[in-house]
């Protein structure tokens, strides 16, 4: 059976509810938001894991619990003592936009490899067949964790492990836009698929278009390339070859917080049950389009139940 092991961080997310200054609680995360979407589209076909850390708290163990829910393997989940989860507040401003305030910088899971470390023999991660991870993942290790991390992925990789980069570029988390550069490239080198979107590379490298996007990335003998680019065209390249996939803009947008992780969650799950990168393209967009309906990354199960067949 397929085991994808998801390797990032969550937080605990409160976003403003109403008028009164009433804050929902909740809990998400760019790579833990995409396992959830691929369990609730491969059902019992795979077996996902989250491989991060959180508290010995209550927050924690709800957090423990919602991944019971969605049935999210917790064995690659660490628990430490002395750090808890990192939090982060949506507000609304008075036009009604979002703004985001995080409290992450002693956040648990960048204790992340320090634990792997101590703990190898019980991690033998043999079972894993694909394993994830993003930008925002290798964004909060030291820059020592982050050098015995490439050496956990060439490992998992040499091992046959299919391995999975979204850059999800946040300037906040990195000391300088070179010492992401420098991550990404490697990350790049790596991967067997990389799920890109377009304001990354605009932000960082200053690329343009997709197709800019794709040059640079071609050379690095990636298989498969996908280039999101929010309500137009996915560009493809795989096997030497790019396709554009038109999207259709969904008209009632609610939230678009997750669009990116949902898209992911979607095309690799369809990736898995054997579709076509196009047709994996197709679904993983109406995996989104579902998203972007509701409010919050992780939208209602039954929601989510009701719109996409595995
Ligand atoms: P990210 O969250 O990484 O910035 P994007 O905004 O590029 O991701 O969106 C990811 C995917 O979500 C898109 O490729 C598309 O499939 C879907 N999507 C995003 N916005 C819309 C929209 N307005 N209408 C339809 N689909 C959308």
Same mark, same amino acid.
């Given at each position: 059976?397929?085991?994808? *092991?998801?390797?990032?961080?969550?937080?605990?997310? *409160?976003?403003? #509810?109403?008028?009164? +200054?009433?804050?929902?609680?909740?809990?998400?995360?760019?790579?833990?938001?995409?396992?959830?979407?691929?369990?609730?589209c491969?059902?019992?076909?795979?077996?996902?894991?989250?491989?991060s850390?959180i508290?010995?708290?209550?927050l924690s163990?709800?957090?423990?619990?919602?991944m019971?829910?969605?049935?999210? #393997?917790?064995?690659y989940?660490?628990?430490?003592?002395?750090?808890?989860?990192?939090?982060? &507040? &949506?507000?609304?401003?008075?036009y009604?936009?979002?703004?985001?305030?995080y409290?992450?910088?002693?956040?648990?899971?960048?204790?992340?490899?320090?634990? &792997? =470390?101590?703990?190898?023999?019980?991690?033998?991660?043999?079972?894993?067949?694909?394993?994830?991870?993003? +930008?925002?993942?290798?964004?909060?290790?030291?820059?020592?964790d982050l050098?015995?991390?490439?050496?956990?992925?060439?490992?998992?990789?040499?091992?046959g492990?299919?391995?999975?980069?979204? %850059?999800?570029?946040?300037?906040?988390l990195? %000391?300088? %836009?070179?010492?992401?550069?420098? !991550?990404?490239?490697?990350?790049?080198?790596?991967?067997? /698929?990389?799920?890109?979107?377009v304001d990354? @590379?605009?932000?960082?490298?200053? @690329?343009?278009? !997709?197709?800019?996007?794709?040059? @640079?990335?071609?050379?690095?003998?990636?298989?498969?390339?996908?280039? =999101?680019n929010?309500d137009?065209?996915?560009?493809?390249?795989a096997?030497?070859?790019?396709?554009?996939?038109?999207?259709?803009?969904?008209?009632?947008?609610?939230?678009?917080?997750?669009?990116g992780?949902?898209? #992911?969650?979607?095309?690799?799950?369809?990736?898995?049950?054997?579709?076509?990168?196009?047709d !994996?393209? &197709?679904?993983?967009?109406n995996?989104?389009?579902? /998203?972007?309906?509701?409010?919050?990354?992780?939208?209602?199960? !039954?929601?989510?139940?009701?719109?996409?067949t %595995?």
């Open positions: 059976m397929p085991h994808l *092991l998801m390797i990032g961080e969550c937080m605990i997310e *409160l976003s403003q #509810n109403n008028e009164l +200054g009433e804050y929902k609680q909740s809990f998400a995360g760019d790579v833990f938001n995409t396992g959830v979407y691929i369990k609730r491969l059902k019992d076909s795979a077996q996902v894991s989250f491989l850390v508290g010995e708290d209550k163990t709800q957090f423990l619990n919602l019971a829910n969605e049935q999210i #393997n917790s064995r989940l660490y628990r430490c003592k002395s750090n808890k989860m990192g939090l982060y &507040i &949506i507000n609304i401003d008075q009604g936009e979002r703004t985001f305030d409290w992450r910088e002693n956040s648990a899971a960048r204790q992340l490899m320090q634990l &792997i =470390k101590q703990d190898s023999d019980k991690m033998a991660f043999s079972s894993v067949t694909t394993l994830f991870f993003s +930008g925002i993942s290798i964004a909060i290790l030291s820059p020592d050098q015995d991390f490439w050496k956990f992925i060439k490992c998992r990789r040499s091992q492990c299919q391995i999975v980069f979204d %850059p999800n570029y946040r300037p906040a990195w %000391p300088s %836009p070179e010492h992401a550069k420098d !991550a990404f490239e490697i990350a790049y080198s790596l991967s067997n /698929v990389v799920l890109p979107g990354d @590379h605009k932000n960082l490298y200053n @690329h343009q278009t !997709a197709a800019e996007i794709a040059s @640079h990335l071609e050379a690095k003998g990636i298989g498969e390339i996908i280039i =999101k929010g137009l065209e996915v560009l493809v390249s096997r030497g070859r790019r396709t554009k996939i038109d999207i259709i803009p969904v008209t009632e947008v609610v939230d678009t917080t997750s669009a992780d949902a898209f #992911n969650g979607g095309y690799l799950s369809a990736r898995q049950n054997g579709k076509s990168v196009k !994996a393209v &197709i679904y993983a967009a995996v989104a389009g579902c /998203v972007i309906q509701h409010k919050g990354a992780i939208v209602p199960k !039954a929601c989510f139940d009701t719109a996409i %595995p």
